[in-house]
């Protein structure tokens, strides 16, 4: 009985083997000879098989052809192809209109001398081609490419991949030497003089000027005055004086500041008007971040808070787009940033004043609100409400003076 299971787990065993051997050659042949190059095999085959029963010398030739071609793919496709790559950028984030150099590096560590073949650097949806010559032990081949960036963006490049075969497509020979890497396209944007504008919120922001009786930033002395708060009575003082004085602070103040951009390319006459209104947007975020006010930027389903410039730039790189936007802004706005004081709102050229009015109605009567209104060509101006300010931007070389007039 001992034998049997051992002899019945041998042959289990054997099965087991023989099946990942099949799978392993279609594996490799699957990998390595093309679809045209199946069809050709298949083609040839069968008319070799035909020819002695129906006597066509054509059908010979024409097999005779095909075996002849996969056995000349083959021997092209062979060869040593153990390169080392590398792919290197000038720089990891760009803006629109900047010179984008790649570096990519091609190196042969192995003892012997590698075959000839073709590099294949996908950027984006393009693709640079270019030959790897023979290389030596030790030797390698550096390889230039350079771009302009003409769009906003999150731009992959790689990864790079070399190819060992014939002129036919029959055989193909795939490898992939380096990891892809991203590089972001950042918004144009302007600087912009400082923002001024908050309302008091809490202890931890910049002082504000208005003096009040208790605060952290001490500003000076008073008199006391009936249903004065004793604990801020300042005693040394009082016994030099005679006279009860009281601390005076300067109150502090925090700006939470929330940026929308409407993505709806609907309200936007162009691509042109689109791609200014997210500049004037990733300006004020800027803005924003770089004088350490807390930022919560929205754009279409994407909210965040980003903690730098940086970040924030990286995030404005990926908007895109979309007819599916929520046309009433305010509602996304305020489910993610409820509590902010100052509200800005960038919008096209398109979007008609009612709807902002009405948008504008949810806003908590405390926060300030610009709606800033991207329209390519127009007269800058800004018009005043009830509940928000319009600013009509015709160039983004506008905006620095709307919020020169606005703070």
Avoid at 274 to 293: P, T, W, Y
Wanted: hydrophobic letters at 40%; proline letters at 5%; aromatic letters at 8%.
């Amino acid at each position: 009985m001992a034998s049997t299971s051992a002899a019945l787990r041998r042959r289990r065993r054997a099965e087991r083997m023989f099946k990942r051997a099949v799978r392993r050659i279609r594996r490799f042949f699957a990998s390595y000879v093309s679809p045209l190059g199946w069809a050709v095999t298949g083609a040839g085959i069968a008319c070799l098989i035909a020819f002695p029963f129906l006597g066509w010398y054509e059908l010979l030739v024409f097999g005779i052809v095909a075996m002849v071609m996969m056995l000349a793919a083959i021997v092209l496709s062979l060869g040593n192809t153990r390169f080392h790559a590398s792919i290197v950028v000038s720089n990891h984030r760009v803006t629109v209109g900047d010179t984008v150099s790649v570096i990519v590096g091609i190196d042969n560590t192995g003892r012997t001398p590698t075959t000839t073949a073709r590099g294949y650097l996908p950027i984006g949806d393009a693709h640079e081609r270019f030959n790897i010559p023979m290389l030596a032990p030790g030797q390698s081949k550096q390889t230039d490419v350079e771009f302009r960036t003409v769009s906003r963006a999150i731009l992959p490049i790689g990864p790079l991949r070399i190819r060992k075969g014939d002129p036919f497509g029959l055989v193909r020979h795939e490898k992939e030497l380096a990891d892809r890497i991203t590089v972001f396209i950042h918004p144009r944007t302007v600087r912009l003089d400082t923002l001024n504008a908050g309302v008091p919120r809490d202890l931890e922001g910049q002082p504000s000027g208005q003096i009040v009786d208790d605060d952290l930033d001490f500003y000076g002395l008073r008199e006391y005055e009936p249903g004065d708060d004793v604990r801020n009575v300042h005693w040394l003082s009082s016994a030099k004086t005679g006279t009860l004085m009281i601390r005076q602070y300067e109150a502090t103040r925090r700006t939470d500041t929330s940026v929308t951009i409407s993505v709806n390319p609907d309200e936007y006459v162009n691509g042109e008007e689109f791609e200014m209104a997210v500049s004037i947007h990733s300006s004020i975020g800027v803005k924003c971040l770089l004088q350490d006010r807390p930022l919560f930027c929205h754009a279409g389903n994407a909210h965040g808070q980003p903690r730098n410039a940086m970040e924030f730039l990286d995030n404005a790189s990926a908007i895109e787009p979309d007819r599916e936007d929520n046309p009433n802004l305010a509602e996304g706005t305020l489910k993610h940033s409820p509590d902010a004081s100052f509200y800005f709102f960038t919008v096209g050229s398109l979007k008609d004043i009612e709807q902002i009015k009405r948008m504008t109605l949810a806003l908590p009567r405390s926060a300030s609100c610009v709606v800033l209104q991207a329209s390519a060509g127009a007269n800058r101006g800004i018009r005043r409400f009830a509940n928000f300010t319009l600013a009509t931007i015709g160039d983004l070389d506008d905006l620095p003076l709307i919020m020169g007039v606005l703070a």
